[in-house]
């Protein structure tokens, strides 16, 4: 949660965030398209229709522009929506993740953004640290929480929740996410995620499901 105060910045004027936007957008592409390294200051000026004085006024560097980039990344992929309701049973909720959760970092221009931030993150740590902590790190966060309520009603049998909250989601990934991010596949269709989703969630309740 964010807290406001006196001290809050007020918005940037229409212009200035309309402006804004056209760079950051036209900076994705190129980013996507030629990587960090391959990227110039001259040719994001092109694909955003500005001048580079002008690009100059809102971002410092490419690695600052890079950097807002990444963030708006985060903020996009740290809103995923990842819902349990504890009226349906611990299968419906997995199964609801585990597709969520595909559909996010398997989704059609998110593979490139994913290899950008992996491609930089040796040299901008910081931006690496960053995402996996906003996206990664939050996503096994919120599977741990529902984790250890279904612990405490007697559903599971977990003795660390977080550790089985970053092994569920790396079983929904296999044979769908390492092919798409290397660009040897496709993003994987609704059916075989809901496929390889299904198997995750059986070999999951195998091992901490609360025998009967």
Same mark, same amino acid.
Request: charged share 25%; proline share 6%; aromatic share 8%.
């Given at each position: 949660?964010?807290?406001?105060?006196?001290?809050?910045?007020?918005?940037?004027? !229409?212009?200035?965030?309309?402006?804004?936007?056209?760079?950051?957008?036209?900076?994705?592409?190129?980013?996507?398209?030629?990587?960090?390294?391959? !990227?110039?200051?001259?040719?994001?000026?092109?694909?955003?229709?500005?001048?580079?004085?002008?690009?100059?006024?809102?971002?410092?560097?490419?690695?600052?522009?890079?950097?807002?980039i990444?963030?708006?990344e985060?903020?996009?992929?740290?809103?995923?929506?990842?819902?349990?309701?504890?009226?349906?049973?611990?299968?419906?909720?997995?199964?609801?993740?585990?597709?969520?959760y &595909?559909?996010?970092?398997c989704?059609?221009?998110?593979?490139?953004?994913?290899?950008?931030?992996?491609?930089?993150?040796?040299?901008?740590?910081?931006?690496?640290?960053?995402?996996?902590?906003?996206?990664?790190e939050?996503? &096994?966060?919120?599977?741990?929480?529902?984790?250890?309520?279904?612990?405490?009603?007697?559903?599971?049998?977990?003795?660390?929740?977080?550790? !089985?909250?970053?092994?569920?989601?790396?079983?929904?990934?296999?044979?769908?996410?390492?092919?798409? &991010?290397?660009?040897?596949?496709?993003?994987?269709?609704?059916?075989?995620?809901?496929?390889?989703?299904?198997?995750?969630?059986?070999?999951f309740?195998?091992?901490?499901?609360?025998?009967?």
């Open positions: 949660m964010i807290e406001t105060g006196q001290n809050t910045l007020p918005p940037p004027p !229409a212009e200035d965030s309309s402006k804004r936007r056209q760079i950051l957008d036209g900076a994705r592409k190129v980013f996507m398209d030629l990587g960090f390294d391959g !990227a110039s200051m001259g040719e994001i000026a092109r694909s955003a229709g500005v001048s580079k004085g002008t690009l100059y006024v809102y971002f410092e560097d490419k690695s600052r522009l890079f950097e807002a990444v963030h708006e985060t903020v996009v992929q740290g809103k995923a929506a990842f819902s349990f309701d504890t009226a349906r049973d611990v299968t419906s909720n997995l199964t609801g993740f585990g597709e969520a &595909i559909a996010m970092v989704r059609p221009g998110g593979g490139s953004a994913i290899r950008t931030v992996m491609a930089i993150a040796e040299r901008m740590p910081e931006v690496g640290r960053r995402y996996y902590d906003r996206v990664l939050g996503t &096994i966060n919120c599977l741990a929480g529902y984790l250890e309520d279904r612990v405490r009603a007697g559903e599971l049998a977990i003795e660390d929740c977080r550790l !089985a909250a970053a092994q569920f989601p790396l079983m929904c990934q296999a044979t769908l996410f390492l092919p798409f &991010i290397f660009q040897a596949a496709p993003p994987p269709s609704p059916e075989r995620t809901r496929e390889v989703v299904a198997s995750a969630v059986k070999m309740l195998a091992a901490y499901g609360v025998k009967k």
